[in-house]
């Protein structure tokens, strides 16, 4: 079945404790990104990647950082969360090439920095 | 500056009853808009996908319109069921790749018995 995964689903974190927030999707796609979703903002992208290696910035990548090692993982860290990271952050993923297909988004990940 | 509006922001509509949500954009060069339906605490997941030469596309009870000379979509919904409460969420990409997705804020749908 055809899935993007993140772990964890919730996490209680304090200000300046560094996490990350695992993406993997196994349908091969070259393209991923992390969103956050914010109550009437919608989603914003954070940072991009178009391949392996290749990883680019949002709209709004102040405070993270990712990397691409491997074609289906696309991590997201905080380095030193603060309150404003609180939100919901969802991996996504899309295949490059031809008319655009479907971009598949995981679960969500809401993030509760104190 | 590229943008999608949607309207409602949100709606309250009886079970079996049809609804339409409307999203307005100013996206360009336009390449695709697509809907999605993100359930609570869920990921969005696809209903429809639209290029610049489609005009109606259905999945099951969800018909999406696109006027791309007015840049209009429209997301209608028949005979809903309680299933259907989420928020809908109007995604639109530009052609200048895939990264460049811009998104509405959604339209919460509640379907009451």
């Known amino acids: 079945e055809a899935q993007v995964t993140q772990n964890p689903r919730y996490l209680i974190t304090v200000t300046g404790k560094k996490l990350t927030v695992t993406c993997s999707q196994n349908?091969?796609?070259?393209?991923m990104s992390w969103y956050r979703q914010d109550p009437g903002l919608g989603l914003r992208q954070i940072y991009y990647?178009?391949?392996?290696?290749?990883?680019d910035k949002g709209d709004v990548p102040e405070g993270y950082k990712v990397s691409r090692k491997e074609k289906r993982n696309f991590p997201l860290i905080l380095e030193s969360p603060s309150p404003n990271q609180t939100s919901l952050y969802f991996c996504?993923?899309?295949?490059?090439?031809?008319?655009?297909?479907?971009?598949?988004f995981g679960p969500g990940t809401r993030l509760t920095v104190l | 500056k590229n943008q999608v509006e949607q309207s409602p922001q949100s709606l309250i509509i009886l079970e079996g009853k049809n609804c339409t949500l409307q999203c307005n954009y100013t996206v360009s060069p336009f390449s695709n808009l697509r809907w999605y339906k993100q359930d609570t605490g869920r990921g969005p997941v696809s209903l429809t996908i639209m290029t610049f030469s489609e005009n109606t596309k259905s999945n099951g009870r969800y018909t999406a319109t696109l006027d791309a000379d007015t840049k209009q979509s429209s997301l209608h919904i028949t005979a809903s069921q309680l299933s259907d409460s989420a928020s809908y969420i109007c995604?639109?990409?530009?052609?200048?790749?895939?990264?460049?997705?811009?998104f509405g804020t959604g339209t919460r749908l509640t379907v009451i018995p």
């Open positions: 996504a993923s899309i295949r490059l090439g031809g008319t655009h297909g479907t971009q598949y």
């Open positions: 349908m091969n796609h070259e393209y």
């Open positions: 990647s178009m391949n392996v290696e290749v990883t």
């Open positions: 995604v639109v990409s530009d052609q200048t790749g895939a990264n460049n997705l811009f």
